[in-house]
């Protein structure tokens, strides 16, 4: 199941990361670019989450209510909420984890491309990335750290480029050859080599990128369960929510030291753009204007449909 989400959603992100690394010039750049597009597409499912959430805070009073009157039959009390949510069109499977979970699939997509970014960047002909894995191998085995990596053989190729000049020479032509050094020089962010896997029982500046990971996605949850308490407190006295919120933060750790560094870097700069974004759809689609613009949707509908009915009665004394 793995692999087949990796090899379905990596060949989607090298294609544009290639497109914008040929553009830009820089890598890290390249990340920065993509991962904003990434968020603009899907920026309508935070939208609806949004939008979710101040129709849950609407229904906040019916379901307290509810609560209150089954307060011996839980049972009974959840059935008569998931009757309410589907009458007000709630999606109640929509405040959970779903943007987490697109999130991971990409995230998982990335991996693919962050292991392979010779073939996913510089998009060498399979037939030269055969040969250059042929003559990579010895290093694999003998070598790093991360030769648990099927694909690491690409890695080893931007570590070891240099060493290995004469034999890669007689796969690639001067132009590729250059084009491969040139990368390897640009496959950094702040002097870190972005091929390298952080260690956890190794402190080093790799460090840096699984910290600044879990700082700036513990930001953004806090800043999240601030607003879900402001919302609606009751829910935020639930141990679930202060379970989640710190729940990202700490995956951002494991994951950002089990992957390269520049899944790292996706990481950060996703977490950034995420934060920003909870707060424009906070302000644009705040729990107050959603709520507004539903009471005079429902109440322009209701007119309508009193209007239809008045004019078919009309007609039927005709």
Not at 121 to 133: C, D, G, I
């Amino acid at each position: 199941m793995y692999d087949a989400i990796r090899a379905f959603f990596s060949p989607i992100l090298s294609f544009p990361l290639s497109l914008i690394y040929e553009w830009t010039g820089s890598y890290v750049l390249a990340i920065l670019l993509l991962t904003l597009i990434i968020k603009l597409v899907l920026l309508p499912v935070s939208i609806k989450q949004q939008k979710n959430s101040a129709k849950q805070t609407r229904l906040n009073a019916k379901v307290n209510r509810i609560r209150q009157k089954y307060a011996n039959n839980q049972q009974k009390a959840q059935q008569e909420i998931q009757a309410l949510y589907q009458r007000e069109g709630f999606g109640a499977a929509n405040m959970g984890c779903m943007p987490m979970a697109i999130q991971m699939l990409v995230m998982i997509g990335l991996y693919g491309v962050m292991y392979t970014p010779i073939s996913s960047v510089l998009r060498f002909s399979s037939e030269k990335m055969e040969a250059m894995k042929t003559i990579m191998a010895s290093v694999i085995e003998t070598g790093s750290k991360n030769s648990r990596s099927a694909n690491m053989y690409e890695i080893a190729i931007l570590k070891n480029y240099n060493d290995y000049k004469d034999k890669l020479s007689e796969v690639l032509s001067a132009e590729d050859f250059a084009d491969l050094a040139d990368f390897a020089e640009k496959f950094k962010f702040l002097g870190l080599d972005l091929s390298v896997t952080p260690d956890a029982k190794d402190p080093s500046a790799y460090w840096l990128i699984p910290i600044l990971a879990c700082l700036t996605a513990l930001i953004s949850s806090v800043y999240m369960y601030l607003k879900q308490r402001k919302q609606n407190p009751e829910m935020a006295k639930n141990p679930a929510m202060g379970c989640m919120t710190f729940m990202s933060p700490a995956m951002s750790l494991m994951f950002t030291f089990m992957f390269p560094t520049g899944v790292g870097v996706y990481w950060i700069i996703s977490n950034i753009f995420s934060f920003f974004q909870q707060i424009f759809t906070s302000f644009v689609y705040s729990p107050k204007k959603v709520i507004a613009q539903q009471m005079v949707d429902e109440t322009v509908l209701r007119r309508s449909k009193e209007n239809t009915t008045k004019l078919r009665v009309e007609n039927e004394k005709k």
